[in-house]
């Protein structure tokens, strides 16, 4: 009972959020980017927040408790990623997409490129994030069933006994998310996204320290893994060779190239209000990465030294807080694990509705951008994107490898094509397009190339070969044929301030 009422009182605290966002929605530059003024704090832990996900509290620890130590590779890979991100990408992508008036990554790679015959860069973009989002969204929704399915499914209460199973549960956490992402827009998710992430790394750091307390120290946790399998502590999760190179190091690794292809991310750099406070924010979301994402590991770790009874691997952070914590302190902690589902959902929410109205409704097809009508369409589209993911997340599959298929498709889909466009002017938009698809096709359909070789013998997934092929085929296609990629044209100043 404890557990829910701090619960409850958490969710109601978000959507309060939500609604309190909603006067500050004016326009659509306000709805999909919050006006371009976000504070340092809220700019840098909202950006690791939404890049996060269920997968920090859900997902890594899961891994950690079904590889052991090779899970650091992931938390190697991320932390790469997340530097190149912020001392490479952010600064130039905050300058330019402000000089172009851009208030989506389609829209940049427009701008950046050109539209390309018949605007298919900017069509080809936006198919891209719907196309991963739509896995991306459910990949949340699974992990929020899971947690519901976990905590609640056998709760005392004055009028009875309640319970939620997964399903009951998604539907409480996908109405929870849509309502306040829908109704504050960007600020709102920004907002949340700030209190969702502190309560998440706090969360990692404590949870392990409690549960290490409780074995008996560092010691005691090793041996008892080692009983289970000696090579849980080993960072080769026991394979050698190429299954070793290939399907632990590299494919942990290569969550780091995915980073310039998650728009979810990149828009927070395009929302700081100073850009001379780059710097500053990096430091704070570089730290919050390193201290989240080895919590999060330790958590499987200590979940695996004190639990023998799991049967899905995605429950061991859930369960661990129910059993070693008061069940207030608990319910925070549940809080947290839903606040990392929330801070990715509304953020990818936001960002496929902003992709639909600005790039589709507002510039293909001619739609009026300004008021509040704009604000409604977003909206509106919001809940139809929740709508879609729901059917995908309906079946239980494990949250890890949900979101590294997706993460995959957006890196070798956008990630090669927002690198060149920021470091080189010796790309055009035919380059792009075909880097865009191959990129996309191969990442996409690299789950039915995979057991044809062999399984561990390729990459975990398509992220590096689609990465690859859509990196040399976006510059050496620009070079065939001859033009330069036009850099950021500055639209009209009524234009931009949308």
């Known amino acids: 009972m404890w557990i829910l009422i701090v619960f409850i009182l958490y969710l109601v605290g978000v959507a309060a959020i939500g609604l309190y966002c909603v006067r500050l929605n004016r326009t659509l530059a306000d709805f999909v980017l919050g006006g371009r003024r976000l504070g340092v704090w809220v700019a840098a832990i909202s950006a690791q927040a939404s890049d996060m996900s269920g997968w920090l509290l859900v997902g890594l620890p899961a891994t950690a408790f079904l590889t052991g130590l090779s899970a650091v590779w992931a938390v190697v890979g991320c932390t790469a990623g997340t530097v190149f991100n912020w001392l490479v990408i952010a600064p130039r992508l905050r300058r330019e997409t402000e000089a172009a008036g851009a208030l989506t990554i389609?829209?940049?790679?427009?701008?950046?490129?050109?539209?390309?015959?018949?605007?298919?860069?900017?069509?080809?973009?936006?198919?891209?994030?719907?196309?991963?989002?739509?896995?991306?969204?459910a990949a949340q929704f699974m992990a929020a069933g899971k947690i519901f399915e976990t905590t609640f499914d056998h709760v005392e209460t004055p009028w009875g006994v309640v319970g939620l199973g997964y399903h009951s549960g998604m539907l409480v956490g996908v109405g929870i998310i849509v309502l306040y992402t829908a109704m504050g827009g960007f600020l709102a998710v920004a907002w949340t996204d700030l209190v969702q992430g502190l309560l998440m790394v706090l969360t990692v750091l404590v949870l392990p320290v409690v549960g290490l307390a409780g074995l008996g120290g560092l010691a005691v946790m090793a041996d008892r893994v080692a009983e289970v399998d000696p090579a849980l502590l080993t960072v080769t999760a026991g394979k050698s060779g190429l299954a070793f190179v290939m399907g632990v190091a590299v494919s942990g690794l290569s969550w780091g190239l995915g980073y310039p292809g998650q728009p979810h991310i990149l828009v927070r750099f395009m929302a700081l209000e100073d850009p001379k406070a780059m710097r500053r924010a990096a430091a704070i979301g570089i730290t919050w990465v390193v201290l989240a994402m080895t919590g999060a590991v330790m958590v499987g770790l200590v979940g695996r030294a004190m639990l023998a009874d799991v049967a899905d691997a995605d429950h061991v952070m859930p369960t661990l807080a129910v059993r070693l914590m008061?069940?207030?302190?608990?319910?925070?902690?549940?809080?947290?694990?839903?606040?990392?589902?929330?801070?990715?959902?509304?953020s990818q929410l936001l960002v496929a509705a902003s992709a639909v109205e600005e790039d589709i409704y507002i510039r293909l097809l001619g739609g009026r951008p300004r008021g509040r009508g704009a604000v409604w369409f977003g909206r509106l589209t919001v809940l139809a994107l929740g709508a879609v993911a729901l059917p995908i997340a309906w079946p239980r599959e494990s949250v890890f490898q949900t979101v590294f298929n997706a993460w995959g498709v957006l890196a070798a889909g956008?990630?090669?094509?927002?690198?060149?466009?920021?470091?080189?002017?010796?790309?055009?938009?035919?380059?792009?397009?075909?880097?865009?698809?191959?990129?996309?096709?191969?990442?996409?359909?690299?789950?039915?190339?995979?057991?044809?070789?062999?399984?561990?013998?390729?990459?975990?997934?398509?992220?590096?070969?689609?990465?690859?092929?859509?990196l040399v085929l976006a510059y050496g296609v620009s070079r065939l044929t001859g033009r330069r990629g036009r850099g950021p044209a500055p639209r009209l100043q009524k234009e931009a301030g949308r």
């Open 414 to 470: 956008l990630g090669p094509l927002v690198i060149l466009g920021l470091l080189t002017r010796r790309t055009n938009a035919w380059g792009a397009l075909v880097g865009i698809v191959v990129g996309t096709v191969v990442a996409q359909g690299w789950t039915w190339v995979k057991p044809a070789f062999g399984g561990d013998v390729l990459f975990g997934n398509g992220l590096i070969p689609g990465f690859a092929l859509n």
């Open 106 to 137: 389609p829209d940049y790679l427009a701008g950046r490129y050109g539209e390309g015959p018949l605007r298919l860069v900017r069509v080809a973009s936006v198919v891209v994030i719907l196309l991963a989002y739509a896995t991306y969204i």
């Open 326 to 346: 008061h069940p207030a302190v608990a319910g925070v902690m549940i809080a947290g694990a839903v606040a990392a589902i929330m801070s990715t959902v509304d």
